[in-house]
Every structure is written in structure tokens, then in C-alpha cells.
């Protein structure tokens, strides 16, 4: 027989019985579905995750203050001032592993323009931080460090200050701001950045020199740095580098002894980013497993009712047996017969699972992404599924002895 004649005869006796080749694909048709949702949901997941990292910029190091003590009372970090702008300058001259590094001082402040006024995060940094961050402008340009060198008064505008002060969408180059009663000329607007995995708006925020910060927004504390250090390492592998020569750097520079504690301290976001990363590809893998044990027991399942489905057939296939067809002929029929089942099942299951993960996505705000390589797999182990636990059925049908299958009642 050829194989399309097969197809052809698996297709009529499956649809013979509609509802209970339903029944049967019905399992399947739950494991597919569960498999694409779970992991599509999972990759979702770790598409945000990759979205919030990215946010936060490229090989990220944060260190801080040190903490207070007094009283019986320990302040937490930045509480007391520890790092200076001479400490700045040698980690980004002096470690090999460091490519940028940038301070940040912030505080909030009123910032009017053209009547219209509102409270944000207004911060002083340099040029490497926007090159740490993998921030750039949308409008306008970024200042410069020769800005720096001369405290000039201008402000890069976040999009959410720049859409709260002269409308959604607005272009306010050249513009006159005022923060602190001292006027600052916008030069740039900076790309939307969205919230960080802190739930804070990163546009919710203008940044200013430096040096024009200390001098025109908050004086500072003469040689300690009045906020935190941004450092950038060369790589994400490097980031483990860097954190352990700028750690021997500060506890050299600042005299600690031997067995005292830092009185900084170093957060290592690329760590905690390739351990939300881990988290989340384990919770899929789980998930995904779980989904997995479904097919197996929708696979069961078929196995039953092909059992079942050799037994009411008896007859059929020994008067098929007696006009020529070979035991191969009768393994191929019930092997298709219960590929069908599993493929059609799988192509249902892949619909439904796409559609069940968009009304949790979106009853949630999970993030979904669907990607074509699992819908595949998800399809061909439902193919794999319907042979493993068709076969020993097809088997027990080709082997039966034709006179006794005509016999059968």
C-alpha cells in the first residue's frame, strides 16, 4: 500500500468516530498547550529580564559610601562619606579592567520652565555615564566634558520631565530651565529608558555637569564624593574582575587593615542580573517539565484506546489480511492511525496554548514571547508521542492471527 492510501484509511476509521477520537487527541491537545504557554510565558520573562538589564546599562559596577555608627545605631551605606574624587580618578586610570567610570550626585528639586514646574531627580555626572548606561539623546546632543571642565549651565531632560514641562512629545532645545533659581539651557532630551526592575522611572530625571551640580545645585563635601561611582568594565565576564581590583584599590587607598571590614561597598549588577536570569530559565525549565509529564499521559492514552480500537477491529483486520494485506500494512495503518491523532492534536494544543498565554499576558502584564523553535519541538514530540505509544498497538494488530480475527466476536 502506499503511504498516502495508508493516510487516507487512518483518516476514514478515525473519523468514523468523531467524538472519541477527540477524547483521545485530547490529552495531547492539553500537553502542547501547556508546554507553548509555559514557556512562552517563561520567555517572556527572561526577554524582560534582558529588557531590564539593558536598562540598567552595559557591565555595571555601583560602589558606595560606607556606613555610620553611633549610639549603638549603624546608619546604611552612603550614611558616611568614604570615597573621594581622588579615588575616582585612580580606579578609572589605574584598573585595566575598568572602562568607564563616571560619579553620580543627585538630589530632589523643583525644575521650572514657561510656568509650568515639576518635582524630579536632578543629577550631576559626566559623559562616561551615559556611555556606561548605553544612554543616548533623542533630541539635541549629550554635554561634553569640556562642559564639565567649564561648569557650563546646561541640562539633558529626561522624556518624562521634558513631556511634563512642555508637552507630550514636545522639542525643547534651546529652552530655558530654571532649577534652583539658576537657569540651565536644554541641550538634549535622552531616549525613553522605561521603569527599572526597581519599578522607578528612569525619565523621571534631568542631568546636569558635574561640576555645575557642586557649584550651582548642592556645594558637595570638598574631597569626598557626595554620592555614588558608576564603573563600566570592559565586559560581562570582566565585571567579576574589576569588582575584585577595585576592592583591593579602595581598601589599599583607604588604609584598612587586614582582617577590617570595607567601608564601601561594590554591588555587582551583572551578578544579579545572571542570577534573575538562572531563576527565571529554571522556573521554565520546571514548568516546561511539568508540561511535559501531560503529553506523556496524553500519550498513554492513545495507547488505550488504539488498544482498545485492535480489539472492536478484529474482524475488520482479519478480512483485511484475507484479500492480501500484509501484517507491515496493518503496522502502518494503526502507527498512522495514532500519528494523526497526536499531530493533529499538537497543532490544536499549539493554538490554544498561544492563545491561552496572550489572556494571561495581558489579564497579568506578563510579558510573552512565543518562539517558532518551541512551537516546532512542541509538534514533533507530539508526532514522537503518537509512534512511541502507537506502536506496541500496531504491533498487537499486525501480528494477530488472520483466521482467528475472522473468527473474533
Not at 113 to 129: I, K, L, M, R
Not at 173 to 192: E, I, K, M, W
Amino acid at each position: 500500500m502506499s503511504p498516502l492510501a495508508v493516510l487516507r484509511i487512518a483518516v476514514r476509521a478515525l473519523a468514523r468516530n468523531k467524538l472519541r477520537s477527540f477524547l483521545t487527541a485530547l490529552g495531547i491537545i492539553i500537553g502542547v498547550a501547556a508546554v507553548i504557554a509555559m514557556v512562552s510565558i517563561g520567555e517572556g520573562a527572561k526577554a524582560r529580564v534582558a529588557q531590564t538589564i539593558e536598562s540598567m546599562g552595559s557591565n555595571l559596577l555601583v560602589v558606595r559610601g560606607g556606613s555610620s555608627s553611633g549610639g549603638g545605631v549603624r546608619g546604611g551605606f552612603d550614611s558616611q562619606p568614604t570615597l573621594t574624587w581622588d579615588d575616582l580618578d585612580a580606579i578609572r586610570d589605574e584598573l585595566p579592567s575598568v572602562r568607564f567610570a563616571a560619579p553620580l550626585l543627585g538630589t530632589g528639586a523643583e525644575v521650572i520652565a514657561d510656568g509650568a514646574n515639576w518635582t524630579t531627580q536632578v543629577q550631576g555626572t559626566t559623559p562616561a555615564y551615559f556611555a556606561i548606561r548605553n544612554w543616548d539623546v533623542a533630541l539635541g546632543t549629550l554635554f561634553t566634558e569640556s562642559d564639565v571642565a567649564s561648569a557650563a549651565k546646561v541640562v539633558l531632560l529626561g522624556r518624562t520631565v521634558a513631556d511634563e514641562l512642555y508637552g507630550a512629545g514636545s522639542d525643547p532645545l534651546g529652552q530655558t530651565v530654571r532649577v534652583r533659581n539658576a537657569p540651565f539651557t536644554v541641550v538634549g532630551v535622552l531616549q525613553s529608558k522605561g521603569q527599572s526592575g526597581w519599578g522607578r522611572d528612569n525619565d523621571d530625571a534631568v542631568f546636569v555637569p558635574v561640576s555645575t551640580y557642586q557649584s550651582r545645585i548642592e556645594g558637595g563635601l570638598s574631597k569626598f564624593v557626595a554620592g555614588q561611582l558608576m564603573i563600566g568594565a570592559y565586559s560581562t565576564e570582566g565585571t567579576q574582575a574589576a569588582e575584585t581590583q577595585i576592592r583591593a584599590l579602595l581598601r589599599e587607598r583607604h588604609r584598612l587593615a587586614p582582617n577590617a571590614e570595607d567601608d564601601f561597598s561594590i554591588r555587582n549588577l551583572a551578578e544579579m542580573a545572571s542570577a534573575a536570569t538562572e531563576s527565571t530559565q529554571t522556573m521554565t525549565a520546571l514548568l516546561a517539565g511539568i508540561a511535559f509529564v501531560s503529553l506523556v499521559v496524553g500519550g498513554i492514552g492513545i495507547m488505550n484506546i488504539m488498544l482498545v480500537s485492535v480489539t472492536e477491529r478484529t474482524r475488520e483486520i482479519g478480512v483485511r489480511m484475507a484479500v492480501g494485506a500484509r501484517p507491515g500494512d496493518i503496522l502502518a495503518q494503526f502507527l498512522v492511525e495514532s500519528l494523526v491523532l497526536s499531530v493533529v492534536g499538537g497543532i490544536v494544543g499549539v493554538a490554544l496554548g498561544i492563545g491561552t498565554a496572550q489572556q494571561l499576558a495581558e489579564r497579568f502584564g506578563w510579558s510573552l514571547l512565543v518562539r517558532a523553535d518551541i512551537v516546532v519541538l512542541a509538534v514533533g514530540i507530539s508526532g514522537l508521542v503518537g509512534v512511541v505509544f502507537g506502536l506496541y498497538p500496531a504491533r498487537r494488530a499486525s501480528r494477530l492471527d488472520p483466521i482467528e480475527a475472522l473468527r473474533f466476536e
